[in-house]
Nanobody, 128 residues
């Protein structure tokens, strides 16, 4: 069994910052890729950022254009944790944020269908 638990969401004003955390519990070795996705009400789930490590200690981060320069994804293998530092938040960043993991090599690290383990989400609300 593998469980992902997110935390760190909240309500902030535009321009503010939040740091999301995701801890992975269970038999998790090796994790090929982890990612953050988000879903606003009435919208489809979309990618935010991914961290492809291929089971190693370092990795490659990828971001969607709308968050480049504002968000930073990082991973701490020792803590089985994934983080998302979100700066300069905008009202359009408001959504439920989900952490996801895959133990298979993804063809597209930002693809929703690539991930088979998901957390329950943490809400981020940005007011103008």
């Amino acid at each position: 069994q593998v469980h992902l638990v997110e935390s760190g969401g909240g309500s902030v004003q535009a321009g503010g910052s939040l740091r999301l955390s995701c801890v992975v519990f269970g038999d998790i070795y090796p994790v090929y890729s982890m990612a953050w996705f988000r879903q606003a009400p009435g919208a489809q789930r979309e990618a935010v950022a991914s961290f492809y490590s291929g089971g190693g200690n370092s990795g490659v981060a990828s971001y969607v254009d709308s968050v480049k320069g504002r968000f930073t994804i990082s991973q701490d293998n020792a803590k089985n944790a994934l983080y998302l530092q979100m700066n300069s938040l905008k009202p359009e960043d408001t959504a439920m944020y989900y952490c996801a993991a895959t133990f298979r090599r993804p063809r597209s690290p930002l693809g929703v269908a690539e991930y088979n383990y998901w957390g329950r989400g943490t809400q981020v609300t940005v007011s103008s």
